[in-house]
């Protein structure tokens, strides 16, 4: 099955910088990847995502990038602010059926 | 996004008890709901894929007899702890698969905070 590698586990930045979260994934047939947010003891929240007939995408201050071949995928977070702080989430899917993988999460801290 | 309600988002029950959690997709319809269980600090680990009319699917590991899972309608699903232990205390998540036209996205309910005493 797939196996989705996320680091790093935490993440500490100062207010302003950037913050990037980088994910593997293990099966080359792997064709969707979102970006989840949960704070405290709340539900994740979708916050990006990208298919894998593109190379990037961005939304504000967030952004995503996709190199299938080698089999890995980021998020980008810049001019970061003290409510970014949260645990992010990617995760990685395939075909109709649907069910992400979800990698082991990045407890990103930003300090104002 | 589209609304996925949980409820209980907390609940307190007694060792050797039972709970019900439901799921319910808001204003769509769901074949397909995912049931997750989430320690502190830890990723979100799939127990059980519940689909509409049909028994749910089970990942390794889970036992269905002790997480009973029933998706009656297209709206509802159901996780129930059965004879619930203290080690069964955790955040429980579910979520609903949605097509947006452009591909399938998934949604998560607020959670259910389980304490057993």
């Known amino acids: 099955g797939e196996n989705v590698e996320q680091h790093p586990s935490t993440l500490s930045v100062q207010e302003g910088d950037s913050a990037v979260i980088k994910c593997t994934y293990s099966?080359?047939?792997?064709?969707?990847f979102p970006w989840y947010k949960q704070e405290l003891g709340k539900r994740p929240q979708l916050i990006i995502d990208i298919r894998s007939n593109v190379g990037e995408k961005k939304d504000q201050r967030i952004a995503v990038t996709l190199n299938k071949t080698a089999k890995h995928f980021s998020l980008h977070i810049t001019e970061t602010q003290p409510e970014d702080s949260a645990v992010y989430f990617c995760a990685a899917s395939k075909g109709g059926s649907y069910i992400p993988t979800f990698g082991r999460g990045t407890s990103l801290i930003v300090h104002p | 996004g589209a609304v996925v309600s949980q409820h209980p988002s907390w609940v307190i029950c007694k060792s050797g008890t039972s709970v019900k959690i439901e799921c319910r997709s808001l204003d769509f319809q769901a074949t397909t709901m995912f049931w997750y269980r989430q320690f502190p600090k830890q990723s979100l680990m799939l127990m059980a894929t519940s689909n509409e009319g049909s028994k749910a699917t089970y990942e390794q590991g889970v036992e269905k007899d002790k997480f009973l899972i029933n998706h009656a309608s297209l709206t509802l699903s159901t996780l129930t702890v059965t004879s619930a232990h203290p080690e069964d205390s955790s955040f429980y998540i579910c979520s609903a698969r949605v097509n947006r036209g452009t591909g399938n996205t998934i949604y998560f309910g607020e959670g259910s905070w389980l304490t057993v005493v």
């Open positions: 099966d080359s047939a792997s064709n969707y």
